[in-house]
């Protein structure tokens, strides 16, 4: 097996860049997407990727390395940014790299997801889609992640530009301090632009941030946490080429890469000095979830030195400690963090995942602070070979290393007092009519060897007197306990959708504050973003279907049980939540991407505003976005007449 060691290169920092402009008029920028080498490793051959470049815009602060990852943007609240997005990738160029998949049965050892290389992979004829990414050209539409932009410039994803097009987006950058992310948005090829390096990191800057004196320069850095497999030439010699490889049958749909990137570097080492330091980290995967852990040379939990301040949309209220047992970010969240290493002097650190690929929140078991301190004993032990869970699709449990300077170079900054919002934000205002949306999270078998299983929203409407249910659909009973009183309530739904060009059924009243319930019925969890909006995550339940309450292993641990979607029908039936479950601190905003395990009903609210148009909620494990994981909806003004007056 080919093996890379670990810690060989530094930590890249993409440089940061400003708009150019003034205070009265519109600032400006430009970046093009481009072809670029860049080497992932030392020991790799060069890796050509599509990278985001700086165009038109000022340079702040040098990067250093050489990374993939686009510039950091960095703009203060209210700034209104017009970007240029320009597809300059020449029409002769085609996908850097090859999509295949590989026929596996569950249980099977080795894993084909674990190794580099093609090994079996299904060729073009047994699976045409292999040869149709292999002549894939630049087809690409951008997306600011966690922006309150308007509809036109939200990155819907028809709206592509071929080689040589532009798109013009403004960004009104209306909101407090947070870290968004661009990447690319293009309908059923997001996870391939993605992973070919079309992502880059965006900041909003406020008064409010600026108030807590946190750590910057080079005491901030943004750690994009991804994951990559690479190919083999026909003697197992790395190429240096990208592979994106999934399995197929009773594989996982999603792709999970051996190879731990950050900031576009496999396993990196970063230079720190003895004191505080602010990561802003976003996990930029395509499906992976990471169970973050900060580790010394023993395998000791340093969570006692790390606090969270903030996540995907801006800062907490109050500081939120770090869980013993790792913090979960799934594919689009974010997370802000100080990290304070003046008791570590001379010493080497080292940022670990244990979660599980696909992931599920599985319990942990009672062995867990051990298993982790042996992994770290075997991983040092020979740090080029496998030290982790080869059935968990992570068997290289390694993220990055912190070498920590014996001395630092000036005064630290110090962690800030609660609490962290010197200005008040309003509660969310429920109501008792506040309109109340069902969507549920359903995996459907695939239709052939070859292919994957289908990820949809099923998609709901009320039964109302004058929006009666049409013939023939599914109708659910949903009890729910309403957010407003705390009083269960039971209401009809019909399925109306469950694909992204299936009818839009949600007409949402501008400024309007609305609950929506998702219920996770698949096996795994699933991040759901949802695009213009915070949300706050406000309900967690467990729920049982049709009454049933006799099977014990609610919250389905170890699968859904068949029970809950008649397998040949796809067909849910009647829902009533349950038992209440704590929402984890984390989880409970500022949020735009939402964790919904399985065996829960998840209640989420959010106000609609600033702007009308057409927006999108979908999972942003992005090989399930691009199996049609997706809905749109609209936001209109309360007088303008629509079906559902």
């Known amino acids: 097996m080919k093996k890379l060691e670990p810690f060989l290169d530094d930590l890249p920092i993409p440089p940061v860049v400003k708009p150019f402009g003034g205070m009265f008029t519109p600032r400006h920028l430009a970046m093009k997407a481009k ?64 999509v295949v998949k590989v026929p596996y049965t569950e249980g099977n050892t080795p894993i084909p997801q674990n190794l580099p290389g093609k090994n079996n992979a299904l060729t073009e004829a047994q699976d045409p889609l292999r040869g149709k990414a292999h002549d894939l050209r630049a087809t690409l539409v951008t997306h600011l992640h966690g922006g309150r932009s308007q509809a036109d410039s939200d990155g819907w994803p028809d709206n592509t530009a071929i080689s040589n097009q532009s798109a013009y987006c403004t960004y009104h950058n209306d909101q407090a301090a947070a870290m968004l992310w661009y990447h690319d948005h293009a309908n059923h090829i997001t996870r391939l632009n993605v992973f070919a390096g079309l992502a880059g990191v965006w900041l909003v800057r406020d008064d409010e941030e600026a108030s807590l004196d946190l750590p910057d320069g ?62 802003r980290v976003l996990n930029g995967s ?30 907490a209220e109050n500081k939120i400690p770090f869980p013993a047992d790792g913090l979960v970010l799934m594919p689009g969240e974010r997370i802000d963090l100080l990290v304070d290493f003046a008791a570590y002097t001379s010493q080497k650190i080292y940022l670990w995942n244990t979660a599980e690929a ?47 300077a014996a001395s630092a170079s000036g005064s630290s900054h110090t962690v800030p007092p609660d609490p962290l919002w010197q200005a008040l934000r309003p509660p969310v205002a429920f109501a008792t009519d ?25 998609e709901y409407l009320e039964v109302t007197a004058t929006e009666p249910a049409p013939p023939g659909v599914d109708v659910v009973n949903f009890t729910y306990v309403h957010p407003s009183t705390g009083l269960p309530v039971t209401k009809q739904y019909w399925k109306a959708a469950e694909e992204f060009y299936d009818r839009t059924n949600w007409k949402i009243h501008l400024g309007a504050t609305e609950q929506w319930y998702i219920i996770n019925v698949s096996p795994d969890t699933h991040p759901v973003h949802v695009h213009l909006v915070d949300a706050n995550v406000n309900q967690r339940y467990e729920y049982t279907v049709a ?17 809950v979607v008649d397998g040949n029908a796809h067909t ?74």
């Open 35 to 98: 072809v670029k080498n860049v080497k992932l490793h030392q020991e790799l051959p060069p890796t050509k990727v599509w990278s985001y470049r700086l165009d038109e815009g000022t340079v702040v602060r040098p990067g250093s390395g050489n990374s993939y990852l686009g510039p950091t943007v960095v703009v203060n609240r209210g700034n209104l940014v017009e970007v240029r997005w320009q597809n300059r990738i020449d029409p002769s160029e085609t996908l850097p790299y090859e």
């Open 218 to 279: 080079d005491f901030e850095l943004p750690l994009v946490i991804q994951d990559r497999n690479l190919d083999l030439d026909d003697v197992g010699n790395f190429t240096g080429d990208l592979l994106h490889k999934t399995e197929v049958t009773e594989g996982p749909a999603e792709f999970f890469g051996p190879y731990t990137l950050v900031n576009g570097k496999i396993w990196p080492k970063a230079c720190v000095e003895p004191r505080l330091y602010r990561f």
């Open 286 to 315: 395509n499906a992976r979830t990471y169970r973050l852990m900060l580790l010394d040379g023993q395998g000791n939990n340093l969570n006692n030195v790390i606090w969270q301040i903030g996540c995907d949309q801006g800062l």
């Open 358 to 404: 696909p992931f599920s929140n599985t319990p942990l078991p009672a062995s867990y602070s051990n298993d982790v301190k042996n992994e770290l004993a075997t991983f040092l032990g020979n740090t080029s070979l496998p030290s982790g869970n080869e059935t968990d699709r992570r068997w290289y449990p390694q993220i990055m290393r912190f070498d920590v």
């Open 434 to 458: 506040m309109p109340i949306r069902l969507t549920a999270l359903v995996e459907k078998p695939p239709k052939t060897a070859t292919d994957t299983a289908m990820l949809v929203f099923w």
């Open 547 to 563: 009454g049933s309450t006799s099977d014990p292993t609610i919250p389905f641990p170890t699968g859904v049980p068949d029970w």
């Open 572 to 645: 849910l039936t009647d829902i009533t939540s349950t038992l209440s479950k704590t929402v984890d601190p984390d989880q409970t905003g500022p949020k735009d991407t939402i964790r919904i395990n399985p065996g829960e009903l998840v209640g989420v609210a959010m106000k609609f505003s600033p702007f009308c148009g057409k927006y999108m909620y979908h999972c942003h494990i992005l090989e399930h976005e691009d199996d049609d994981m997706m809905r749109p909806f609209v936001i209109v003004p309360k007088w303008v007449p629509h079906h559902e007056h």
